[in-house]
């Protein structure tokens, strides 16, 4: 089993910004992509961001490129997402994922939450204005 749990979120200013973590434990023998969703109330859950093994490819909704950051420490099992310029249509559920399917990356492919294995608990992130 895998598990993952997520940090960093809170209650931010909108123009303010809040980094994210995604620690993965388990059993974590080999190389696994790893993503982050939001769901906001009403909502379905919607893809942010995925990246891949190396990190060296990484994908971003519209809504958030250009604004947030995905990257990763393989030799601590974490994610991180760097959100800049946070407005209040980012208020959300935050929730990392991972895959160990060994697939080949693909943007397309990791942007749905049926491609996922593992999900964590989510960490809320608030807006205000």
């Known amino acids: 089993q895998v598990q993952l749990v997520e940090s960093g979120g809170g209650l931010v200013q909108a123009g303010g910004s809040l980094r994210l973590s995604c620690l993965a434990s388990g059993r974590l023998f080999t190389t696994y992509t790893m993503g982050w969703f939001r769901q906001a109330p009403g909502k379905e859950r919607e893809f942010v961001s995925s990246?891949?093994?190396?990190?060296?490819?990484?994908t971003y909704a519209d809504s958030v490129k250009g604004r947030f950051t995905l990257s990763r420490d393989n030799a601590k099992n974490t994610m991180y997402l760097q959100m800049n310029s946070l407005n209040l249509e980012d208020t959300a559920v935050y929730y990392c994922a991972l895959d160990l399917s060994r697939r080949l990356y693909s943007a397309s492919y990791y942007q749905s939450v049926v491609n996922y294995d593992y999900w964590g608990q989510g960490t809320q992130v608030t807006v205000s204005s």
């Open positions: 990246i891949n093994w190396s990190g060296a490819s990484t």
